[in-house]
């Protein structure tokens, strides 16, 4: 299932961060297109990168109907984006390389750690709250949580790098497997609608939302290094049974020969959470065109 879009190449940094490049001048003029939510991390390459933030919907589409810049010579983005492109515009995508890693995971509410693992049990946690995503919590577990009336979940902004994994986790747990194809969405339509509906006006970042607005979800997809920054407010996370992870990865774009030392880049993430990811990291989470159909299904049901 590895397809041509995330294949390793010779001449990306060398594939070891050293900064040399085909072009032979250096760093100077290299453009970067960098995901929104990634922005702060890429901006470790300094003033000799130009760097432009956009989120990785818009740079798909882009690419997808030929209207990104010419001057672009690669993308920051997770790989769940490029297997959205590898599908969408199969010729537009080169080399990748990959950055970083961390674990797509459940994050739940300061104080309802226990409410929600006990409530979900036996259970795939994405499942059950599923399952559960809108019904009151006096209905569910053992009643006595009524006060936080219903039970929502926030999803991480899919339109984001970060947040099309998290809908694929969630995808995941729905259907209790990566092996499912797009003639599969009968049943999980209705299931998707309801558990995103309280974000459904998308969320950057709802493991923040979590910690700093109360009563707003009970629990929220997202990366481990993201949710890991609020466990000081209470945050505590679930690891969903068949796990999913979001990897960063620096991918060439079709006539982009001059590329940056990312290694910054590299750091940055690692600094802040991240693992180091591996060629083993660039291995597609879903079948060929599943990604994109999410996403797209998605956009239907929030609409």
């Known amino acids: 299932m590895v397809s041509a879009a995330v294949l390793i190449r010779q001449g990306l940094g060398g594939g070891s961060g050293t900064g040399e490049d085909s072009g032979g001048d250096g760093d100077d003029n290299i453009v970067l297109v960098c995901a929104s939510d990634l922005i702060e991390q890429c901006n470790a390459l300094g003033d000799r990168i130009d760097v432009r933030a956009q ?25 769940a984006w490029v297997e959205v492109v590898d599908i969408r515009a199969p010729e537009a995508l080169t080399d990748t390389e990959p950055l970083a890693t961390s674990p797509v995971v459940v994050a739940t509410a300061p104080g309802r750690f226990d409410a929600v693992a006990s ?5 795939g946690v994405w499942a059950c709250l599923g399952g559960a995503a809108g019904q009151s919590w006096a209905d569910l577990g053992d009643g006595s949580h009524a006060v936080w009336r219903e039970l929502k979940v926030g999803l991480t902004d899919p339109n984001s790098a970060l947040g099309l994994s998290v809908l694929a986790s969630a995808s995941v747990g729905f259907f209790g497997n990566t092996d499912f194809a797009v003639n599969d969405f009968t049943d999980f339509e209705g299931w998707l609608a309801t558990l995103a509906e309280p974000s459904a006006d998308g969320d950057a970042d709802p493991a923040r939302t979590l910690a700093t607005v109360s009563g707003r979800y009970s629990a929220a997809g997202s990366v ?13 996370s679930i690891e969903p049974v068949t796990p999913v992870a979001a990897a960063v990865v620096i991918v060439r774009l079709e006539g982009g020969d001059r590329l940056p030392d990312i290694g910054a880049v590299r750091d940055a993430l690692v600094d802040v959470g991240w693992a180091r990811a591996s060629d083993a990291d660039l291995a ?9 159909a999410l996403h797209s299904l998605w956009k239907a049901v929030t609409s």
């Open 284 to 292: 597609p989470t879903l079948k060929p065109g599943v990604m994109a």
């Open 224 to 236: 481990a290094a993201v949710a890991e920054r609020f466990d000081a407010r209470g945050v505590q």
């Open 55 to 79: 989120t990785a919907a818009d740079t798909a589409a882009a690419i997808d109907d030929g209207t990104l810049a010419d001057d672009v010579d690669a993308w920051i983005t997770t790989t």
């Open 119 to 123: 409530l979900c049990e036996g259970d």
